[in-house]
């Protein structure tokens, strides 16, 4: 199945979700009467919830717009004969939640949620001029239901951007390894060039001085000739053993390996033998020495 259709009907789904929890949780609020009773939703009820969880949706894309129009239906509500209590203002508190979440700059959402929860409090209050301490506990519950609201969408942002931050330095740190992994391969092939230069070069020069000799007096010395030749297949010899030596060890995969390791690399204490090789192929070699 595809990823993208996957992740595109479980986004459809939990927004058909939220919104139908809104539109019951609106419905069964409208079923509150001033009396404390309970009754059947009326028609007002059933229009304040089409209407105000019908802009849901677009809660993601226009996030103020949302909510201004969400706020209004519950300040409406008791001018229709509904109490307004915070199951009415579900809607509204959706809203609230997606604007801390949506609307560029913290500031700004905050500002939109603390309005939208002051215009609930003027549209809970009661339209007769008797106020209970029923009637303040209900315009209490209901300018702090969308501030909670706001306060929970700011809480989910902040936890999305650290994931986010969290997510890019991971990136970041695994990008610095594979360029260090690299810089590390480059040196590596560099030292491993030069160790090869350093093995093989010599004995290459050596025999290409042997092979130059050895046709120089090919035909007027050919005992010279002979024993040149034979300096250069046994050259040539150690340079295919120090050769194969040097790629033994570089195909070693383990500590098990080691034992099959010919020897360390040619150091100095091998240079009175290169000189006494130059010099039986007939080069005048000297040596000069500082330190």
Not at 14 to 32: H, I, N, S, W
Not at 98 to 105: E, I, M, N, R
Not at 141 to 153: D, E, R
Not at 197 to 202: G, S
Request: proline letters at 5%; aromatic letters at 2%.
């Amino acid at each position: 199945m595809n990823p993208v259709v996957t992740r595109t009907g479980t986004r459809l789904w939990r927004e058909g979700a939220v919104v139908a929890a809104a539109f019951v949780v609106c419905l069964l609020g409208g079923t509150v009467r001033v009396e404390d009773t309970l009754t059947a939703p009326p028609l007002a009820a059933w229009l304040l919830a089409l209407v105000s969880c019908a802009v849901l949706p677009a809660r993601h894309r226009r996030p103020l717009a949302v909510l201004a129009v969400t706020t209004a239906a519950g300040v409406v509500a008791q001018p229709l004969g509904l109490v307004l209590s915070p199951p009415v203002a579900a809607p509204a508190l959706v809203a609230a939640c997606a604007c801390t979440l949506h609307v560029p700059g913290e500031r700004r959402a905050a500002g939109a949620v603390a309005l939208a929860a002051v215009a609930l409090l003027a549209g809970s209050e009661p339209l007769s001029e008797d106020v209970s301490w029923r009637d303040a506990s209900r315009m209490g519950t209901v300018v702090a239901a969308p501030l909670v609201a706001g306060l929970i969408g700011h809480a989910v942002r902040t936890r999305r951007a650290y994931l986010a931050a969290v997510e890019e330095r991971a990136r970041r740190a695994e990008e610095s390894r594979e360029l260090e992994a690299r810089r590390r391969v480059a040196e590596e092939r560099v030292r491993i060039a030069r160790e090869l230069h350093d093995l093989v070069a010599h004995q290459i020069t050596l025999a290409n001085a042997q092979a130059t000799v050895a046709a120089h007096f090919f035909d007027s010395r050919p005992e010279q000739t002979r024993v040149s030749l034979r300096e250069l297949v046994e050259t040539t010899g150690h340079a295919l053993d120090e050769l194969r030596a040097t790629v033994g060890l570089l195909r070693q995969t383990g500590d098990g390996d080691a034992a099959a390791a010919e020897g360390p690399a040619p150091g100095l204490a091998r240079l009175p033998d290169l000189l006494e090789s130059f010099r039986r192929a007939g080069l005048e070699v000297g040596v000069r020495e500082k330190g």
